[in-house]
């Protein structure tokens, strides 16, 4: 586990097939820690969590629903997703106690629709931050860019791609993703150079 930024602490396992870390974060909020999308925990790291304590878990996407429930049951947390993704996250057995809404806010976090790869994809804005969270909308390979998952395992790319461009109005200089690697500074730039091999 490491500190990614103040306030946020980071594991992550590593996909072979893919290349590149698969990334969970918890963000420590006084009225009670958010952890998101977690991957398998080591139990060095579920030690952390449980000490630290998790109030809720949020899910970027139905694909990130990776090691929550055990999370949830360790720590007892509540389990949140957006209803468009939650049928097929509790197809895949996740127990889900919540639901996410666009425009809503979570502890310091803001709920943003980034549908397209699947029809209930968020992001999180981080306001005091200048951060933005992302599960699977971007990617960050190789580190330092942006790049999209194939259009094979999208639901709807169109869709997707104008979903990340409307991420440009938002107020950000660091991106958090869920796979890949993070961008700590000049993130919305580097959004924008994606952005711009987008079909016009």
Same mark, same amino acid.
């Given at each position: 586990?490491?500190?990614?930024?103040?306030?946020?602490?980071?594991?992550?396992?590593?996909?072979?097939?893919?290349?590149?870390?698969?990334?969970?974060?918890?963000?420590?909020?006084?009225?009670?820690?958010?952890?998101?999308?977690?991957?398998?925990?080591?139990?060095?790291?579920?030690?952390?969590?449980?000490?630290?304590?998790?109030?809720?878990?949020?899910?970027?996407?139905?694909?990130?629903?990776?090691?929550?429930?055990? +999370?949830?049951?360790?720590?007892? *947390? =509540?389990?949140?997703?957006?209803?468009? !993704? %939650?049928?097929?996250?509790?197809?895949? $057995?996740?127990?889900?106690?919540?639901?996410?809404?666009?425009?809503?806010?979570?502890?310091?976090?803001?709920?943003?629709?980034?549908?397209?790869?699947?029809?209930?994809? +968020?992001?999180?804005?981080?306001? *005091? =931050?200048?951060?933005?969270?992302?599960? !699977? %909308?971007?990617?960050?390979?190789?580190? $330092?860019?942006?790049?999209?998952?194939?259009?094979?395992?999208?639901?709807?790319?169109?869709?997707?791609?104008?979903?990340?461009?409307?991420?440009?109005?938002?107020?950000?200089?660091?991106?958090?993703?869920?796979?890949?690697?993070?961008?700590?500074?000049?993130?919305?730039?580097?959004?924008?150079?994606?952005?711009?091999?987008?079909?016009?």
């Amino acid at each position: 586990m490491e500190t990614i930024l103040a306030d946020v602490l980071a594991w992550s396992w590593f996909s072979e097939p893919h290349n590149y870390n698969f990334n969970s974060m918890l963000i420590s909020d006084t009225a009670g820690n958010l952890c998101i999308d977690p991957v398998e925990p080591t139990d060095e790291v579920m030690r952390e969590l449980v000490r630290r304590g998790v109030s809720r878990i949020l899910l970027t996407n139905r694909n990130h629903v990776r090691a929550a429930n055990r +999370v949830r049951e360790r720590t007892g *947390a =509540r389990s949140f997703i957006h209803p468009d !993704d %939650a049928t097929y996250a509790k197809s895949q $057995g996740a127990v889900i106690d919540g639901e996410l809404h666009a425009g809503e806010k979570i502890g310091p976090l803001e709920v943003i629709s980034v549908s397209g790869k699947s029809p209930g994809e +968020v992001a999180f804005l981080w306001p *005091a =931050r200048r951060g933005l969270i992302v599960g !699977d %909308a971007v990617i960050g390979d190789p580190p $330092g860019h942006l790049k999209l998952l194939r259009e094979s395992v999208m639901d709807d790319p169109p869709r997707l791609r104008r979903s990340i461009q409307q991420l440009l109005a938002l107020d950000f200089d660091t991106i958090l993703v869920g796979d890949g690697v993070s961008v700590l500074g000049d993130a919305k730039a580097r959004l924008r150079e994606l952005v711009d091999t987008f079909p016009k």
